[in-house]
């Protein structure tokens, strides 16, 4: 395993368990929920460069996506 699928790996743990405590959620559910999501596919997706983002801001991108229907990003 390379140390980029190492990082991604730990963000998707990382944001498994934020939203199985944030929602009261199961484990397995929280699961589905990210792994059928938009930004699991960019954050799987290495050309993105999303794995290099903190789990925090992939998160805060995954709960834009489950609040909009897609994912927003701002501009600076």
């Known amino acids: ?3 980029q699928d190492q990082i ?6 990382d944001i498994v ?3 199985a405590t944030d929602q009261n959620i199961e484990y ?7 792994y059928n999501s ?3 596919e960019k954050l799987q997706d290495k050309e993105t460069g999303l794995y290099l983002e903190s789990s925090e801001y992939v ?3 995954f ?14």
């Open 63 to 76: 709960k834009d996506e489950m609040n909009f229907g897609h994912i927003i990003q701002a501009e600076i």
């Open 1 to 3: 395993m390379s140390k």
């Open 17 to 19: 368990d934020m939203l």
């Open 59 to 61: 998160y805060d991108l």
């Open 28 to 34: 397995d559910e929280a699961m589905n929920k990210f």
């Open 8 to 13: 991604i790996e730990y963000i998707i743990q």
């Open 38 to 40: 938009e930004v699991f």
